[in-house]
Structures are given as C-alpha cells and as structure tokens.
C-alpha cells in the first residue's frame, strides 16, 4: 500500500496507548489521519452510530485498536464488560467496514488469546488449540472472535483484512492504577510510591515464576503499519521480540531503573495466570521487521516520564458500569 497520504486513515482508539502510539507513527508518515471521535461523540458499541459515522467519513484504512483492556484483575473481575464491549465494537468496525469497501483493516488481537498451555514459543497455528487462561477467558474469545469476523469475511467478500497478535506492551499513555493496569504500568506506580514513601518493600502479586515477554509500544506500531503496508493473509501475525523473563526478573530490572533498594515481596494470594507467553516471531521477521527498542532502555524512558507527572497520580477515572447484578 503506497504513501498513505491520499488514503483516509482512521485509528479507532486513538486514545489508547496503542492507538495512540500508531497515530503517531502515521503523523510521522504524514498520512491522511481522519479525527477520532471521543466516546462521548461516537460510543463504538452502538452499531448504527458507528455506521453513520463510518458513511460519512468513508475511512479507506482502518486500524481497529479500540477495544476493553486490562490486567490480569481487571479480566478476572469484569468479564461481562471485556466480552461484551469487545464483540460489540469489533463486530461493529468490521461489518461496517466490509459494508463500506474499506480497503485495508487491522485487527489487534493479543498473545493472551492462546491457549493456558499451548507449546512455547506460541506459533499463529496454536491458536483455539486448547482451554483458555480462565483470567482472562472473556476477553480472549472477543478477540478470538474478532479474529474469525477477519477471517470470514476475507475469505468470503475478500476484504484485505488482517489480524496481529502483540505481546504485553509498555509505554507513552499507558494506564497507571494499581488494581487495573497491566503488570508493568502497575510496578512503575508501585515502585514510585515506595520510593515516594520511603518504604522499605513492594508487594507484586503472585509467585513471581509466571514468564512474560514486552515490547514497547512504539515498535509495536511500526511493525503494526508494516504489517498494514506488506502483509496480507488470513493468518494472523505474532508481534513481539521473541524473548521473554520471569516477573521476578522484571522486578530486578524495575530496581536497577528506579534505584529502589528495598526488598520485593509476593502477595501469592492473587493469580499468576498464565505460565508463560512468548510469542514466535517467524512470521514477524519473514517480513524483514525487527524491534529497535531494548527493553531496560525502554523501561528507563517510562520511567524518566512517569517521574515527571505530579504525586500522587489523580485517581483515574473509572468507566460506567452499565450492567446491574440482580438481586
Ligand atoms: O500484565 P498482567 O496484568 O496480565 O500480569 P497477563 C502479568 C503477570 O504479572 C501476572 C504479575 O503473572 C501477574 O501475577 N504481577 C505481579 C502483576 N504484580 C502485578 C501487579 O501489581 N499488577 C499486575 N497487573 N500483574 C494479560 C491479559 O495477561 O495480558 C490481558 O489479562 C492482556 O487481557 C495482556 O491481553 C496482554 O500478562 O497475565
């Protein structure tokens, strides 16, 4: 797909860290950046307003990145949300999209949607191989979901839609909240504050054995508009670096980036989840893309970041809950 610069680029959620990420590597490329709406303008879930808006403002490229995230607890505690909210807005994009003729579209789906035990490190064909992580089952079969609404409708209507499965990402904009957020943005805020309070230990949750791989956000849009550039197929495509470590490991780096001295403690009454999550990235580096940004250096520039903003962090804003528990 050649300079984007005539095509109409709309990154659905924008405000996300990765949306947000991807706009700006777009605004690099100079492309053609439609505005996105905020969610009090255009509530993603709502079928009709996202096809009026999609019809008025004809996207030719869509990179689908809006969607319900959230740690480990968050998945455990509101899997009516994660699925619901998921299906909805995905189902919604696409099938509008598929309407519309839009040209080009990705999906984001996650290295969390493979099964609990699946053979590391996990190859795109390991996918629906098995039982789900029950943490964040909801979620994975949106997703799941979500990449069979990609794949049905390109083999059907040969739309060029196409899915990518990144691993745990860290970065600019992330989500900084101590029961919510993905482990990495949920250490900085735990690092800061003992460092803020002078305490003497951290608690991080579970037996720090669970084995993850992260990527910053950053690469994770290059390869994400490189994909969108030079990969069309209806297998999805892993991204991540290939490599993975232990959450203890990661807390040992977390010390040497923040200078805290204290002593790491777990709290094993919360979940660990997953084993372990490292992606293969044959397919990945088949079309010739490699991550730029090493991991300590990328955690040092979070940090850097995350030290500049006033303490203590306001509280973040926490999203409606449209569902009621019966009685
Ligand atoms: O990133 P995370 O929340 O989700 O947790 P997953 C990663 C690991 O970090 C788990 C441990 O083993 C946690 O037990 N951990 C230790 C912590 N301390 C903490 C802490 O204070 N906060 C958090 N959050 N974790 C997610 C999925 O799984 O992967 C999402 O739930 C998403 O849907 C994401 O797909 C990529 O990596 O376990």
């Known amino acids: 797909m050649g300079k984007q610069g005539s095509q109409k680029v709309w990154v659905a959620g924008s405000r996300g860290m990765v949306g947000a990420a991807i706009t700006r590597?777009?605004?690099?490329?100079?492309?053609?950046?439609?505005?996105?709406?905020?969610?009090?303008?255009?509530?993603?879930?709502?079928?009709?307003?996202?096809?009026?808006?999609?019809?008025?403002?004809?996207?030719?490229?869509?990179?689908?990145?809006?969607?319900?995230?959230?740690?480990?607890?968050?998945?455990?505690?509101?899997?009516?949300e994660f699925i619901a909210d998921n299906l909805q807005i995905e189902t919604n994009i696409i099938t509008a999209a598929a309407k519309l003729g839009v040209s080009k579209l990705v999906f984001l789906g996650s290295s969390c949607i493979y099964p609990k035990m699946a053979p590391q490190p996990l190859r795109e064909e390991y996918?629906?191989?098995?039982?789900?992580?029950?943490?964040?089952?909801?979620?994975?079969?949106?997703?799941?979901?979500?990449?069979?609404?990609?794949?049905?409708?390109?083999l059907q209507?040969?739309?060029?839609?196409?899915?990518?499965?990144?691993?745990?990402?860290?970065?600019?904009?992330?989500?900084?909240?101590?029961?919510?957020?993905?482990?990495?943005?949920?250490?900085?805020?735990?690092?800061?504050?003992?460092?803020?309070?002078?305490?003497?230990?951290?608690?991080?949750?579970?037996?720090?054995?669970?084995?993850?791989?992260?990527?910053?956000?950053?690469?994770?849009?290059?390869?994400i508009v490189h994909l969108a550039n030079t990969y069309s197929s209806d297998s999805p495509v892993n991204i991540g670096t290939g490599e993975d470590m232990t959450i203890a490991e990661l807390a040992d780096m977390l010390c040497a980036v923040t200078g805290f001295k204290g002593r790491i403690v777990y709290d094993t009454s919360k979940p660990d989840g997953t084993p372990r999550k490292v992606l293969d990235v044959t397919r990945l580096q088949a079309s010739s893309w490699k991550p730029k940004i090493p991991l300590q250096q990328g955690l040092a520039q979070v940090w850097q970041a995350f030290c500049l903003q006033p303490w203590p962090l306001p509280s973040p804003e926490v999203s409606p809950r449209p569902y009621r528990r019966r009685a």
């Open 157 to 223: 209507h040969n739309c060029d839609f196409i899915s990518v499965l990144p691993c745990n990402l860290y970065g600019p904009n992330d989500t900084y909240d101590a029961k919510h957020s993905h482990v990495i943005p949920a250490l900085l805020l735990k690092f800061r504050a003992a460092i803020e309070e002078g305490a003497s230990e951290i608690t991080l949750w579970g037996t720090g054995t669970p084995r993850r791989e992260f990527l910053h956000v950053d690469d994770c849009a290059d390869a």
């Open 25 to 80: 590597r777009l605004e690099t490329d100079g492309a053609n950046l439609l505005p996105d709406p905020a969610r009090a303008t255009l509530d993603l879930r709502r079928q009709q307003d996202v096809e009026g808006w999609m019809a008025n403002n004809k996207p030719d490229v869509i990179y689908l990145a809006a969607a319900r995230v959230g740690g480990i607890l968050d998945n455990a505690t509101y899997p009516a």
């Open 127 to 154: 996918l629906l191989s098995g039982p789900l992580e029950e943490t964040n089952r909801a979620y994975a079969v949106a997703k799941l979901a979500g990449l069979e609404l990609v794949r049905s409708f390109r």
